[in-house]
């Protein structure tokens, strides 16, 4: 299998491109050295990497860990929150959404005490008990 690493550094700097981020920073937050950063983000030098490095680097930039391993061999990496299991991502993307749910009725609820309160205490009822 080919490996792409202009594709994997095109992804790189877009991502850190996305955070602001310096090289320095990746660096820092991969725990990869500077030098292996700026190989493979400029794609200066072409080299078996271990996969921790990629790893490092995918994590670093909030990706799943196989995301530029994913990029390296031509294959769609995982969307942030993917697991690649379709059953326990559909599953995950379920409970998000009750999830979501569950906050507006809590902030709806919210909202509703917020407004029996300020009746109760107009109709002389400090507290609103």
Known sequence: MTENWAAVSKAINERVAELGWKQRELAEYSH?????????????????????????????????????????????????????????DQINSRLGAIEDRLSEITDRLDTISERLTILARANGRPGGG
């Open 32 to 88: 990869v050295s500077q030098a292996i950063v700026r190989e493979i983000q400029h794609h200066t030098v072409e080299r078996q990497r271990s996969a921790r490095t990629l790893e490092a680097l995918s994590l670093a930039l909030g990706w799943h860990r196989g995301h530029l391993a994913a990029v390296l061999h031509g294959r769609k990496p995982l969307a942030p929150g993917q697991t690649g299991d379709e059953p326990i």
